[in-house]
């Protein structure tokens, strides 16, 4: 679905809310792990922290879980904030990879989707891209999920443009 234009990048319509760009894990020492987490948060997030936001009640359904719609529309987003850096321009969505959601996200969490660029082609920019919640008053992070998505540089005309080098 075509979507609108944020930050130099294109996303889905419903990719829009509560999302706060970061640049750098650094600026954030207390969200690393903690040491009273189970085995899966004791492994520490890849790539650099992108987009952190609140998950609000809009976003959940009756019993309080998030839609894992909106997880991947973050995950989506930071994508984009990323790789329009990268292309230093406008870029799209072109493809998702296979996600598996591990753990849920409920009402008050904080997710922070963390980015990594693992390749980039000669129009297009693959990332592998981490989401985790940090549970409400918790310091803990939880990996939710991670997923490969795959953006593509446009031109002022919509068409595939050339990465540019760094
Ligand atoms: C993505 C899009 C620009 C690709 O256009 P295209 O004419 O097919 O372009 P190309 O075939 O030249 O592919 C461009 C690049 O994308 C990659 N690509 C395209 N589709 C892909 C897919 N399904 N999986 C992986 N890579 C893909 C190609 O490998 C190529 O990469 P490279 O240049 O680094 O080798 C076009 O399909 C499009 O606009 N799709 C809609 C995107 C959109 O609206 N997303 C938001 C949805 S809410």
Redesign the pocket.
Known sequence: ???RSVSGH?V?RDCRQYQTRLTSRAAYPTMEPDNNMTDTAKSVPAGELTLRTLAMPADANPAGDIFGGWVMAQMDLASGIRAAERAHGRV????VKEMAFELPVKIGDTLNIYTQIAKV????ITLTVEAWAQRARHRALEKVTAGTF?M?A?DED?K?KPVPGE
């Open positions: 679905m075509p979507g294109q889905c799209v969505t072109a493809a082609g000669r129009t297009s795959i593509v446009l919509g595939p």
